[in-house]
DNA sequence: TTAGGTGCAAAGAGTTTGCTCGTAT
DNA sequence: ATACGAGCAAACTCTTTGCACCTAA
């Protein structure tokens, strides 16, 4: 079946090949942030004939393309995930490494208003958040996270 | 004289070589964000008998110190700047490459609200905006930049 | 005196690219 | 048929490191 990244490349008029298919396929079932490593073994698994080069080529070449985003949490390497619908940003876990997403839109008016205020617009921005689990308190109130948009890794 | 890093250096039983002291010198005497290469170039200048060996392990050295901080604003290379009073974030002119520094309490609290509201802890956070300089509005009523810190690049 | 710093060149990690061959359109 | 993609290995960029020598304390 056609993935949903292998329809935009066609859309967008990109020569699909059977790399292309199984890495738009990899990238349309992550719900993580890979990196190139990453996506090169999942592809790897589907089909042998893939190399980490067209790996590279083709996040850079989607990427340009507007259907992915790369992402730069530190540790030096690049980490991809599909162009979205609305603004969220990251909160990286420092003790697992897992990336949880979240929107405030208020948040980004405020971020508006501060370019604003230094005599700029405001053409981009980048938000992460570096949290560390907290401690169940005192009282058991078992509760699961009360907010996010659930994505994970 | 003594630099304000090479205080900072000393203070912490650092052992002083020439070198050291020439890029606490240049460090002291930065107001930007420089990059390895940069500081190299500096430092250079000052004393020929410093290899860029000698920076990375320096700037990796007053890093783990607390003395200085790393930054990444993209482009692969790591920029630093020495630790500082309070919190302050980074507007990078993305026409220019220029940062401007700024701070925003209130920002500070929102985040802080929205790691607990996912169930964690804030460590730490970045932000950086990316904007493009306004253009002066129909009217020519020159006012130089409305806020901010005011260190520069 | 000696623990630790320095220069140089080589090694690493992540990413890009030249070239030749292969294939989607 | 042909313009474009893929594989491989070499090249590149930024950063770290092994080793022999040097120096601050």
């Known amino acids: 079946m056609e993935s949903r990244i292998e329809r935009l490349c066609v859309e967008r008029g990109l ?4 790399q292309r298919r199984v890495i738009a396929r990899v990238l349309s079932e992550a719900s993580d942030h890979p990196d190139v490593e990453e996506l090169y073994r999942r592809a790897v698994q589907l089909d042998a004939r893939i190399s980490i080069a067209t790996v590279y080529r083709t996040v850079r070449l989607l ?3 507007g259907i992915l985003e790369r992402r ?3 540790g030096g390497r690049a ?3 599909p162009t979205e619908h609305g603004h969220h940003h990251h909160l990286i876990d ?7 997403e979240f929107e405030d839109p208020e948040h980004e008016r405020v971020l508006k208003a501060i370019a604003t205020r230094l005599g700029f617009d405001l053409v981009s921005h980048r938000l992460e958040l570096f949290g560390r689990r907290r401690e169940a308190p005192a009282e058991p109130a078992a509760k699961p ?3 996010g ?3 994970r890794s």
Chains 1, 2 share one sequence.
């Open 72 to 74: 730069d949490f530190g």
């Open 79 to 81: 980490r991809y995930e």
């Open 15 to 18: 020569k699909m090949t059977g």
């Open 63 to 65: 990427e340009e393309r």
């Open 145 to 147: 996270a009360a907010n």
């Open 149 to 151: 948009a659930g994505r």
């Open 94 to 100: 420092v003790d697992s490494g897992r990336v949880i």
